[in-house]
T-cell receptor, first 116, second 113 residues
Framework: GAGVSQSPSNKVTEKGKDVELRCDPI?????LYWYRQSLGQGLEFLIY????????KSGLPSDRFSAERTGGSVSTLTIQRTQQEDSAVYLCASSLEGTNPYNEQFFGPGTRLTVL | AQSVTQPDIHITVSEGASLELRCNYSYGATPYLFWYVQSPGQGLQLLLKYFSGDTLVQGIKGFEAEFKRSQSSFNLRKPSVHWSDAAEYFCAVGSTGFQKLVFGTGTRLLVSP
């Protein structure tokens, strides 16, 4: 079956603009995660969804970052008033259910965001 | 708080030689430990995981890892490296409650002919 898909694959934007990144999880997966991979950094957790609710938003770096998930499926990560330090690869992952550690997280290919 | 350290940023290994990538973690309880591989332009792929039981775990592509509680380590090994193993490798620890993963900064593996 299809894996996790993300769009766009690349996004170049100007500082101060808003961007939306999309994630389509694997069908039937109730848990969805966003991570950020910055140059020279590891992957940082941003937010976790179980269904449409987000029990943990602790990784969102500022109030310019928000995310939503509708219908227990597609998720959108929005970055308002982008800054150059937002440049990174944004990865989405999904798993069958979030509280069982045996449920593997499957990662999408990522969206590379460049803020000029 | 959980943390993961991968002390080697880059490692170069000759094709056919053995490989060991180091990972140290900090976590108060029994950790859930993972190794992921990221090939150029690809998403992350799970190589193997440790939850409990046998401390030597086998994964895909001929990789294995050993959990050593006394050393807080979970090093990844492969007896004979292939050119296709060139990639970036990430160690991660997961928490109870939900599987938020905390990743190390990664080790880039280069394979020389």
């Amino acid at each position: 079956g299809a894996g996790v898909s993300q769009s766009p694959s690349n996004k170049v934007t100007e500082k101060g603009k808003d961007v939306e990144l999309r994630c389509d999880p694997i069908s039937g997966h109730t848990a969805l995660y966003w991570y950020r991979q910055s140059l020279g950094q590891g992957l940082e957790f941003l937010i976790y969804f179980q269904g449409n609710s987000a029990p943990d938003k602790s990784g969102l770096p500022s109030d310019r970052f928000s995310a939503e998930r509708t219908g227990g499926s597609v998720s959108t990560l929005t970055i308002q008033r982008t800054q150059q330090e937002d440049s990174a690869v944004y990865l989405c992952a999904s798993s069958l259910e979030g509280t069982n550690p045996y449920n593997e997280q499957f990662f999408g290919p990522g969206t590379r965001l460049t803020v000029l | 708080a959980q943390s993961v350290t991968q002390p080697d940023i880059h490692i170069t290994v000759s094709e056919g030689a053995s490989l060991e990538l180091r990972c140290n973690y900090s976590y108060g309880a029994t950790p859930y430990l993972f190794w992921y591989v990221q090939s150029p332009g690809q998403g992350l792929q799970l190589l193997l995981k440790y939850f409990s039981g046998d401390t030597l775990v086998q994964g895909i592509k001929g990789f294995e890892a050993e959990f050593k509680r006394s050393q807080s380590s979970f090093n990844l090994r492969k007896p004979s490296v292939h050119w296709s193993d060139a990639a970036e490798y990430f160690c991660a620890v997961g928490s109870t409650g939900f599987q938020k993963l905390v990743f190390g900064t990664g080790t880039r593996l280069l394979v020389s002919p």
